[in-house]
């Protein structure tokens, strides 16, 4: 692969119990894998050993055991800095991605929690900035309220641009440690900071020095219009959930249109749609484990949301039926696009309202979930990647370990064979994977100019 080609990427996002509601309930799923050190670092040391990008760990900052029967490994689990920094000891080349809400933070705080992580990882950490997905969590922060969405965006931004600055408050030879003449720091080398802004007011310097990266990767995830500009703007890694190539295209093409208007190059930013692979040596075999894992979810069946979101009404007494003629002509455009999805992973076109029911639950949160044997899932992989809908996958495996296993046994290598995917990491640092190079430090910038 020359370095002009594009190169696919590949990335971890951490669901302890798999992405799957009832992946747990397998024979062979993991239950408590969030809870379990040993388990977390075997995870991490897999995916590195099969060159991924990235090992992705989100947050919340709230929870409820309501939440058991949907979303069970984000009901509870361990906070992302302290495990990304377990997960750093561990490992020696994968990038490792750590969520910090903006929302419920100040820049100072999460300037030292990333550039620790960067100095303990070797120039492995990057930041995923989030706004927050649960209003809830307003009531955990002596708040009444969750803001809207243009002011938490307005205050990401400018909390994005006060950590950023703090990067940079040391220069990389800020520290001479010059034995013989005493000086420990060179005072001409760290820089105050002085914002002051609508938010915030911060002077400086930071108390770490220069990570290791210069910079850290940025990750975003918003798909509101200001989500996609702050995208846009700083980041180096977007994650998003499509379920259709055209939906990914329309994001994709989206967001690297605006990176002029930033001044901005389309290979300064990597985008990333989850995927939720269902593997099997065979198709007949990715199915079974699919059809065994909706039969554990846990729920009463109740049609309302599904029929709301489809635009047809679907009656609880026709679980069993297959969907009729009538209701696959009257579907909005999300059902149509869901009934095509529902009926590839069953594999025939005849499905029973049952069947789009599990499909729609599965993947209601956003990802794309397919069930197909190794070569399938490399095939649609390398049509996302070459069509520019993608530029490589957050993986979200369905059960654990097992999900994963096989993704890395029967898909990464039809990658490998197609000449997409890497054999081996091209440098140490999470900037390297994402083919970035250091940037200058801001102020030395300037001092140079
Ligand atoms: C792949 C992916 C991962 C996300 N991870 C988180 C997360 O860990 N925590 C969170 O609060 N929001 C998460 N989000 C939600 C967004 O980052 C964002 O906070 C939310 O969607 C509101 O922004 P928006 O209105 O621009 O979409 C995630 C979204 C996507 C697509």
Known sequence: MSKSERELHLGLFLFATGYHPAGWRLPEGKADGAYRPDFIAEVAQKLERAKFDYFFLGDRLSSSPDMQHIFPSQMTRLEPFTMIAYVAAVTKQIGLIATANTTYAEPYHIARLTASLDHLSGGRAAWNIVTGADPTAALNFSREEH??????????????????????????????????????????????????????????????????????????????????????????????????????????????????????????????????????????????????????????????????????????????????????????????????????????????????????????????LVVGSGKEIADLIEEWFVGEAADGFNVCPPYMPGGLDDFLELVVPELQKKGIFRKEYSGNTFRDHLGLSRPENRFQKVENA
């Open 147 to 368: 803001w809207d969405n243009a002011r938490r965006y307005d205050y990401a931004e400018e909390f994005v641009d006060v950590v950023t600055k703090l990067w940079d408050s040391w220069e990389d030879e800020s520290l001479p440690m010059n034995k013989e003449s005493g000086m420990f720091a060179d005072a001409a080398k760290v820089h105050k900071l002085h914002h002051k802004g609508d938010f915030f007011s911060v002077e400086g310097p930071l108390n770490i020095v220069r990570p290791v990266q210069g910079q850290l990767p940025l990750v975003l995830a918003g798909t509101s219009e200001r989500g996609r500009d702050l995208g846009a703007k700083v980041a180096n890694v977007i994650f998003t959930a499509q379920r259709s190539i055209e939906d990914g295209q329309e994001f994709y093409s989206s967001i690297k249109g605006r990176l002029p208007g930033f001044g901005r190059t389309r290979d300064e930013v990597t985008i990333m749609p989850g995927l939720v692979p269902i593997v099997g040596r065979t198709s007949e075999e990715a199915r079974d484990i699919y059809r065994r894992m909706n039969e554990l979810l846990v729920t009463n069946f109740d049609l309302s949301e599904l029929s709301r979101r489809i635009g047809v009404e679907l009656s609880p007494a026709a679980l069993d039926d297959e969907l009729s003629e009538e209701i696959i002509k009257s579907v909005n455009h999300d059902g149509a696009n869901w009934i095509k999805l529902a009926q590839k992973a069953n594999g025939r076109e005849a499905i029973t309202v049952r069947e789009l029911f599990y499909y729609f639950t599965v993947t209601v949160r956003g990802h794309l």
